[in-house]
C-alpha cells in the first residue's frame, strides 16, 4: 500500500526576507529602476531596498517577512522624507489588509513580484533628492569595486 507523502516547506525569517528582496529587486529592475538593497539612509535607518528610476525618481520598498516582523517595525514611517514613493512588500501569504492604504504593496516571492496597489507620489525638494542621488551613485561604485576587488 502506498503512502502519500506530504511535504511543506517551512522557511525562517531570513530566507523569508533574502527571497522577498530577490523578488523585489527583480521586479523594480524589470520597472526600469537600478535596486541597491540594505541602503543607510541620512538618518541612519536602513532601507531594503532603494532604487533609482530612469528620471531619478527614488523608491523605497520595505520588506516584511511575517506578521509579526510588521507588528514590532514602525520605524517605516521614517523612510518617507528620503523617497518619492514608499511600498511594503510581503510574501504571497501575509495578511495585506493589515497594511496601511496609504502606502504601495508589493507581493514578492524569490522569483519575481507584483506591484498590488500604486504608492501614492510625494516628490523629494531639489536638495535632498541631489543627496539621495550622489549618496547612490558612490554607494554603487563603492559595491561594485569591492565585488571586483574580493
Not at 61 to 66: D, H, L, P, Q, T
Not at 85 to 101: G, K, N, Q, S
Not at 116 to 124: D, F, K, M, T, V
Request: aromatic fraction near 8%; charged fraction near 25%.
Amino acid at each position: 500500500m502506498a503512502e502519500s507523502l506530504n511535504i511543506e516547506l517551512v522557511f525562517s525569517r531570513p530566507d523569508t526576507t533574502h527571497a522577498i528582496t530577490k523578488g523585489v529587486a527583480r521586479l523594480v529592475a524589470d520597472m526600469g529602476y537600478a535596486p541597491l538593497t540594505e541602503v543607510c539612509l541620512p538618518n541612519s535607518r536602513r532601507a531594503d531596498v532603494l532604487a533609482l528610476g530612469k528620471k531619478g525618481d527614488i523608491i523605497i520598498v520595505e520588506v516584511k517577512s511575517g506578521l509579526d516582523d510588521y507588528r514590532v517595525d514602525r520605524k517605516w514611517q521614517e523612510y518617507a522624507p528620503f523617497c518619492d514613493a514608499f511600498f511594503f512588500a510581503v510574501a504571497p501569504e501575509f495578511p495585506t489588509d493589515i497594511l496601511p492604504d496609504d502606502v504601495g504593496l508589493i507581493v514578492a516571492d524569490g522569483f519575481g513580484g507584483a506591484v498590488i496597489r500604486e504608492a501614492i507620489p510625494a516628490p523629494l525638494a531639489a536638495a535632498r533628492r541631489k543627496a539621495m542621488l550622489i549618496g547612490f551613485g558612490r554607494l554603487s561604485a563603492f559595491r561594485m569595486l569591492r565585488s571586483e576587488v574580493s
